[in-house]
């Protein structure tokens, strides 16, 4: 009898031992290449006397590549199509007042293409949070700006920037959110009036 209640008791210590390390397995699981997709708010205003200083609401859509070298280390390089949009301010007439056609409060409407490359630092026991650092450079695809008197482009075609934020990823689907500060001054009528992009973006999509 006390044979059997000591190999019992090695039994369950051997179950329990097993038992952590698949766990500490699992979370340590995490493939070295993975793909993913999302689509969110892109929550944006253009910095400058030039536009009001208020956010509007747009979208974007975003591709990308996961390289985790390790469980607390990765890169993700992506391609985003950004659509932004402002209005302008009385100060644009007022500064700018030989290319206006309509006066105050004209509205513009950018389209970006953006090519990013974020460090992931992975928090926490697993690889679930990520948060996320890096540069951004947005190619200008495309602007309507209303009652213009010039058909010249008055936004710069490249605008370089920083973006951070946080993902939470799950083994398929994932959400986050990211704050995205412009460097470039996208002015490029003159240096009057400097204008940088800032936007706060929410996702959500699938990683394979």
């Known amino acids: 009898m006390k044979n059997i209640t000591v190999l019992f008791l090695l039994f369950l210590s051997s179950a329990k031992i097993f038992s952590q390390r698949n ?3 699992d979370f340590e699981k995490e493939n070295f290449f993975r793909v993913g997709f999302n689509a969110g708010l892109n929550i944006n205003k253009i910095q400058g006397k030039s536009f009001k200083d208020e956010f509007r609401y747009d979208y974007d859509l975003r ?4 390289l985790n070298f390790s469980r607390k280390f990765g890169l993700q390089p ?9 209005e302008q301010s009385n100060d ?8 206006s056609l309509g006066g105050d409060q004209l509205n513009a409407k950018l389209n970006y293409l953006q090519f990013g490359s974020l460090l992931n ?9 990520k948060l996320q650092f890096g540069p951004q450079w947005g190619m200008l695809l495309h602007e309507k700006v209303d009652s213009l ?10 605008d370089l920037s920083l973006a951070g934020g ?5 083994p ?4 986050g959110g990211r704050f995205v500060q412009g460097l470039t001054n996208i002015n490029n009528i003159d240096n009057r009036d400097k204008w940088k992009n800032q936007s706060f973006q929410l996702f959500a999509g699938f990683t394979f």
């Open 23 to 25: 766990v500490k397995n």
């Open 63 to 66: 591709g990308f590549v996961q």
């Open 92 to 99: 644009f007439s007022d500064i700018y007042d030989n290319i």
């Open 172 to 175: 398929f689907v994932h959400i």
């Open 166 to 170: 946080i993902m939470i990823q799950l």
């Open 121 to 129: 630092l992975n928090v926490g026991p697993t690889q679930r949070i």
């Open 78 to 86: 992506e391609v985003t199509f950004v659509q932004a949009s402002s």
């Open 149 to 158: 008197k010039t058909s010249r482009n008055i936004f710069k075609n490249g």
